[in-house]
Every structure is written in C-alpha cells, then in structure tokens.
C-alpha cells in the first residue's frame, strides 16, 4: 500500500520478539534464474554477474549434455547499471529436470514442466481468504488463525450531509489491504477489476472450487467467491448521494498485533473522494456483467451502485483525497486527477448498460497513452475492454495504444541483462507490481497484434519475480527455493506464521523506510520487516501477480 507517514517504520516489540531475519537475498553463485523453472515454451536465460563464455545443461544423474550454449556478455544491465553474462536455452523445450553446468559450476536442478505456475496461482488467490476483515479465520492449511476483527468498523471522521461525526457507519468486512489493517477503495477497485479480467480472459484456468477457502465446493469459481467478499464490503463505503467514501482506518499505525487486538478500534471512515467514487462505478459496473449469469440480484445491485457513483461524480463539486492527519495512521492513496478514473468508468458503465452518454463521455476523453494498471490509473483495462467489443475509430485508438505501449516495453527489455521493463532511475515504490502491470499489458496487446515477442517478455518480468533478478530471491513468501522471509506485515509479527503467496513491493530508490540502499535500481531493497517501503505486500500486488500467473498458466 501506499504510505507516506515515516513512523510507519516503527520497531514494534513484537518484531523483535520473534527475531525476523533481515538480510539480503544469498546470492547461488551469483548465478540468476527463475527458482521454479521453465514452462517448455517460455523463455529460459540465466544471468550471471561473474564472465562467462559456454555453459552447457545435463539431465540430473547424466553425464551427456543435452544442450550447448555460448553465454553473451558483458552487457550494461539498464536496471542496475552494472555489467553481467547471459545464457539463452529457450530451445530447450523437453521436459524434465537439469542442471546448469558453467565452467566448473554446477546449478540446479532446473526444472521444465507444463504445470509450474498452477501451485502458485493457488496460493496467491487464496492469500486474499488470508487477509479476510470482519471475521474469524482458523486455517488449517497455513495455521493462521484470530478471532473476528473489526467488527465495529467504523465511525464518520468528519461531518457530511448525512452524517455527523463520530456517527457509526457499518463497514465491517472485505479485506485488509496490506502488511496493515486499513482499507481503502482505490486499490481495492483495480484488485478486483484485475482478477475479474483474468476471470473473463482465462475462465478455465480460474474455475477451480476448491482451492480450500470456506466457500469451496459451492459449484461457483472460488475467485468469484472471493471478490465477491471485497464487493459487498465496497457497496457498504457508498453514501446516499452515491459518493463512496475513500478509506477506513485508525488515527496512528497499529503495533505487530492480532487484527481483533487492534487498539485503534473504533476506526475511522474518511470523507467522500471523487477519485475513489470513480474507481467504485468501474469495478462495480464491470463486476455486474460478471455477476450476471451466477446471481441476477447481486448484478442488479452493484449496476445501480456504479450508476449512482456516477451521477455523484457529474454533479457534485470535485472531493479531494483525504489529507493531512487523516493520513496519520492509513495510506492515503491519493490522486489528484480523476479525469482516467471517469474514462475507465464510463466506458465499464456503457458496456454494461448499453446507453450512449457514457459512450460519449469516453470517446471524448480517450487517455493519450496507455499507462500501467494501478490504483492511480486503471483505464488501461477500459482500453482493452472498449477496443475489444467494438470497432469504431475510438477502437481502433485504443487498441493502437496498447500495442504502442507494448512495442515500447520490449525495447526496454533488450536493454536488460534480466530482459525486465524498467531502467535503474525507474524503481520506485512498489517496482514489482509496476513490473507485473507491464507484463499484463504486454499479454492483452498480444490479443491485438499476435507478436511474440510481447508474450517472451510478459514471461521474462514473472521470472524476474521468481528469482531471474540481481537480489536471487523469489519475493512472493514461501515459493521458491529463497523467499521473502521477513516482510513488514502485521499478520506475520503476530502470528509466528509466514502468509504465503503474497509478493512484496520490491526494489525502491527513494527508500522511504531508510532500511533498503537508495538510488541502486533493481538492487534497492532488503528482506527485512522494518523495509515497509520495498518488503510490503498489497492487495493490488498480488492482483497484477495473479493475472500474470494465469495468462502463463492458460498458454
């Protein structure tokens, strides 16, 4: 999540009470390459920082090499600046398991197989069952459990039309947003438009029911099922008037403690947003198509909720983001142009419903480029989804921008020794979810202009994510062989338990934490729990990471 509050970073007791490791990612032989392998058609490089000039891969328990390679190099890697050897074994398509042999080196086993992203597809979709708000979790999978939390959320902040402050708004559920207990629409809305495009992309490879949340088995897609629990508790953040309030959250940072132990109880429900209005109709008018075959009521609800945020956001003066002290203890998630939000929920809005001034409204607003998918600016999903249902000109527009955009990220990519989308000065607050972002719109440009190239390269950035990178470390908690293992996340100081499936931020040159190096690129982070501003999670990480996940998983 989003933070600017400094004492964010406090040492709370019962950090050191469970002696986090803190230390930076051991390097295998200063040898990089993705921890859980290879799919047989992906991409397979490894990258080395010490000069390299053959390498040669055996199946493990052979002495005959299977593949000869000749390793290229120096190259100046533009997002770490510093100068590494690359191998290239993509030809290399049988599956099995190997090992990497450079000089008197031994690597491995690397593994080839169709299935290596099914596991972690299903623990990064089941991490949101884990950060569940408003109620009592005993799992028996990862042995997380606490009683029901926040069950008294919350009290009005300040006084509006409807309500005086202090008066109690229910807002109980939906889930906590990251490493902290807060909740906050604007993430929650690109989180779950996110997982519902891999919904309507890849129906197959999401329809499990029974990836072991408490609803599986009930004959409807747990991800559905999922969302669903972030949905109903976004209906609750809309006023009367339509506008949505923007956040809840306490008035200072709550200590390493169990949810329901949270001493900023009650907490508090911040002002109307214009920025978060407008990101509510979008989700919640894309979420009624989705819901429509499976529950006509539930549809029904959220498309008057998404036509009446948007009344709200033509007719009401422009709300400001909460500032100042209303910052002090939650994200502030704040955004100082809406003029994106209203595009992407106008063109959701006129999919759904068919009437024509939300079709003008966005044909008159069509975004200059394309950006990343975030909780800044989510229309890169409403280009996709207008330029695919029509043909138009403002179509036509729209699909140019993102394989423009897409064309740009594979160059970036050729100037990386990782083959990664982003240049040194580019790592900023939560770089791995940027990346993650890239590598969608990389995946939907494909749909438009079937170039491999854009598929090669939306691999490259989850492999990246997996251990392809300068740091060797997997930074999603307990996949890989070296994983993220002290990550700024309450859930784990007071618990004991490392929630797995939740990929932290990353690499971060402002180093507002004061923990990770600054100004290092892809080598500006820690794997230490006080590092909230490189070793958080956030829901809306995890989302680019799970579409990610599933697009590999489908091909």
Same mark, same amino acid.
């Given at each position: 999540m989003f933070k600017t509050n400094k004492n964010h970073c406090l040492l709370f007791a019962i950090v050191m009470l469970l002696s986090l490791t803190s230390s930076f990612a051991a390097q295998s032989d200063n040898v990089y390459l993705s921890q859980l392998g290879f799919q047989p058609h992906e991409p397979k490089i490894f990258v080395t920082s010490e000069e390299a000039?053959?390498?040669?891969?055996?199946?493990?328990?052979?002495?005959?090499?299977?593949?000869?390679?000749?390793?290229?190099?120096?190259?100046?890697?533009?997002?770490?600046?510093?100068?590494?050897?690359?191998?290239?074994?993509?030809?290399?398509?049988? %599956?099995?398991?190997?090992?990497?042999?450079?000089?008197?080196?031994?690597?491995? %086993?690397?593994?080839?197989?169709?299935?290596?992203?099914?596991?972690?597809?299903?623990?990064v979709l089941r991490s949101y069952y884990l950060q569940r708000c408003?109620?009592?979790?005993?799992?028996?999978?990862?042995?997380?459990?606490?009683?029901?939390?926040?069950?008294?959320?919350?009290?009005?902040?300040h006084d509006d039309p409807f309500n005086q402050e202090d008066d109690e708004v229910d807002t109980?559920?939906?889930?906590?947003?990251?490493?902290?207990?807060?909740?906050?629409?604007? %993430?929650?809305?690109?989180?779950?438009?996110?997982?519902?495009?891999?919904?309507?992309?890849?129906?197959?490879?999401?329809?499990?029911d029974h990836i072991g949340i408490p609803e599986s088995g009930?004959?409807?897609?747990?991800?559905?099922?999922?969302?669903?629990?972030?949905?109903?508790?976004?209906?609750?953040?809309?006023?009367?008037?339509?506008?949505?309030?923007?956040?809840?959250?306490?008035h200072v940072w709550p200590g390493g403690v169990l949810p329901e132990d949270d001493p900023m109880t009650p907490r508090y429900v911040y002002g109307v947003s214009t920025s978060a209005t407008a990101k509510f109709a979008a989700t919640l008018a894309y979420a009624a198509r989705i819901y429509e075959p499976l529950d006509r009521a539930f549809s029904e609800e959220m498309q008057r909720a998404a036509e009446k945020a948007w009344e709200f956001i033509v007719n009401a003066p422009f709300h400001t983001d909460p500032m100042g002290q209303d910052n002090?203890?939650?994200?502030?998630?704040?955004?100082?142009?809406?003029?994106?939000?209203?595009?992407?929920?106008?063109?959701?809005?006129f999919i759904t419903t068919g009437k024509t001034n939300y079709q003008e409204y966005a044909i008159a607003n069509i975004p200059?480029?394309?950006?990343?998918?975030g909780w800044i600016d989510g229309s890169a999903l409403a280009l996709f989804h207008y330029a695919t249902l029509y043909?138009?000109?403002?179509?036509?527009?729209?699909?140019?921008?993102?394989?423009?955009?897409? /064309?740009?990220?594979?160059? /970036?990519?050729?100037?990386?020794?990782?083959?990664?989308?982003?240049?040194?000065?580019?790592?900023?607050?939560?770089?791995?979810?940027?990346?993650?972002?890239?590598?969608?719109?990389?995946?939907?440009?494909?749909?438009?202009d079937p170039n491999h190239e854009y598929l090669r390269v939306a691999d490259l950035q989850l492999h990246y994510i997996f251990g392809q990178n300068p740091m060797d470390i997997s930074y999603v908690t307990g996949i890989g062989t070296n994983y993220v293992r002290a990550p700024h996340q309450r859930l784990h100081w007071s618990t004991?338990?490392?929630? %797995?499936?939740?990929?932290?931020?990353?690499?971060?040159?402002?180093?507002?934490?004061?923990?990770?190096p600054k100004n290092m690129g892809a080598l500006s982070y820690i794997d230490d729990s006080r590092s909230y501003s490189s070793n958080e999670y956030a829901i809306d990480y995890n989302a680019n990471l799970f579409f990610v996940l599933v697009a590999a998983n489908s091909r």
């Open positions: 000039k053959s390498f040669k891969i055996y199946p493990v328990g052979s002495k005959r090499a299977i593949f000869r390679g000749k390793a290229i190099g120096p190259i100046l890697d533009s997002s770490s600046g510093n100068d590494y050897w690359r191998g290239d074994f993509s030809a290399l398509k049988k %599956p099995g398991v190997y090992n990497l042999v450079i000089g008197k080196k031994t690597i491995g %086993p690397i593994k080839i197989a169709d299935n290596i992203w099914q596991s972690p597809q299903r623990l408003g109620v009592r979790l005993d799992d028996p999978e990862t042995k997380i459990a606490h009683e029901a939390c926040h069950l008294d959320d919350g009290i009005l902040r109980v559920g939906g889930w906590h947003d990251a490493g902290d207990y807060g909740k906050y629409i604007s %993430p929650a809305g690109i989180s779950v438009s996110v997982m519902l495009m891999a919904h309507e992309l890849y129906p197959q490879t999401v329809a499990s009930n004959g409807i897609p747990d991800l559905l099922d999922e969302l669903r629990w972030k949905l109903q508790w976004m209906l609750k953040m809309q006023r009367p008037d339509g506008g949505v309030y923007h956040k809840i959250g306490g002090n203890g939650s994200g502030q998630y704040g955004d100082k142009s809406t003029r994106d939000d209203q595009f992407w929920a106008a063109v959701e809005l200059s480029s394309c950006e990343n998918p043909d138009d000109e403002a179509a036509q527009t729209m699909r140019n921008s993102i394989v423009n955009r897409a /064309k740009n990220l594979v160059y /970036k990519s050729s100037t990386s020794a990782f083959g990664i989308t982003l240049n040194q000065d580019e790592f900023e607050w939560a770089s791995n979810k940027t990346l993650m972002g890239w590598s969608i719109v990389l995946n939907l440009a494909h749909r438009f004991g338990i490392l929630p %797995p499936g939740q990929m932290s931020g990353g690499p971060n040159n402002k180093a507002q934490s004061g923990i990770e």
